[in-house]
């Protein structure tokens, strides 16, 4: 079987557009639109115009991630989205009730479904090739990255484009507090957002090279009192030990209190990241961009550092995300 490397990535989140510096703080607003970069030297203004944030946002990170591959044309493009592209969905469906259904134009419908943005970036690239979109919760980016993953590894495909992708929408907050998957004005204090991580897989290594992507673990229900024999499981089953750990990059709320028990997994630095760039489905995308940035640089900023440990050195980090006692995953990076 072969091995996959991570040579591109590109990003676009509420603090961060192509690099993490130093600078930012906890976001303090409840629901916090992404930063948008400057497009118009990759979409025309009139395009653009007609474009939803998540759209725009997929096709920057999509294309700084293949271009730092230096790749134009992937042999792959999958993305993972929780929700698709609300923004559209918000328009038509609202459009449906102001026009008593009737005079309906069809564009902001076309624009909504899920593989909207997938679309788009081959279209951007002019690429006809395998083009899958994975709408899994929590786990929709993990289920687009271990398609990638196995590909490549089968010797399929030569490299795979891979990214998350996720909006926010006014009335789509509304509805998830009546559902109770927000339960109060406050969100239970998490503060919502959106995003764009983009990833370009390889079978080749080159100077370039962020990580080895190592394996990833996808469990849908998991009762939270066993996330450490699951992580342990899955560290065994790649033949490493839990001292070859030299990170954990931290989604799940409470894993430090699941944790905390356990001598061994408290010399581990953790880092956290949920406060600074907010929740929503397919955030664990930007655990991956941490993971890689860590070890190829072999430092995070600070503020990211839940526990004020720190390795000598970083050579194989652990991806644990969940949400609410579901949508586990986890995945191992290596050094290269």
């Known amino acids: 079987m072969g091995k996959v490397f991570i040579n591109g990535l590109g990003f676009v989140n509420a603090q961060f557009i192509d690099e993490i510096n130093e600078d930012f703080s906890e976001l303090t607003a409840y629901i916090t639109n992404a930063k948008l970069p400057i497009l118009k030297e990759i979409i025309s203004p009139a395009m653009s115009r007609r474009m939803a ?13 293949l271009d730092e591959a230096d790749i134009n044309n992937p042999e792959a493009i999958i993305t993972g989205t929780a929700l698709g592209c609300l923004v559209d969905s918000e328009k038509f469906l609202t459009n449906i009730i102001q026009n008593n259904e009737e005079f309906l134009t069809p564009t902001a419908f076309i624009q909504s479904t899920h593989n909207t943005v997938g679309s788009q970036i081959a279209l951007h690239h ?42 926010i929408g006014d009335r789509t907050y509304q509805l998830q507090q009546l559902i109770g998957e ?14 764009a991580h983009f990833f370009t ?12 992507l190592i394996d990833v673990f996808i469990q849908n229900e998991y009762q939270s009192t066993d996330l450490f024999s699951e992580i342990l499981k899955f560290i065994e089953l790649n033949n490493f030990n839990l001292s070859d750990i030299y990170a954990i990059i931290d989604g799940e709320d409470n894993l430090v209190d699941q944790l905390k028990s356990n001598d061994l997994i408290n010399t581990i630095p953790v880092f956290y990241y949920k406060d600074f760039i907010g929740e929503y489905g397919t955030s664990s995308s930007f655990a991956m961009t941490l993971g890689c940035l860590l070890l190829k640089n072999k430092t995070l900023p600070k503020q990211f550092n839940l526990n004020d440990l720190e390795s000598i050195e970083y050579r194989n980090v652990l991806l644990v995300n969940g949400h609410k006692g579901k949508d586990l995953s986890l995945v191992l990076l290596q050094s290269v």
């Open 126 to 167: 002019n690429c006809n090739a395998y083009n899958f979109t994975y709408t899994n919760g929590f786990n929709s980016f993990e289920n687009a990255l271990l398609d990638g993953y196995l590909q490549i590894e089968a010797n399929e495909i030569e490299n795979a484009l891979v990214g998350g992708i996720d909006e």
């Open 53 to 65: 944030s998540g759209v725009k946002m997929g096709i920057y990170a999509a294309k700084k991630a």
């Open 201 to 212: 897989l390889s079978k080749d290594k080159t100077e370039n090279s962020y990580a080895e």
């Open 182 to 195: 927000i339960s109060s004005d406050k969100n239970d204090e998490k503060k919502y957002s959106e995003g």
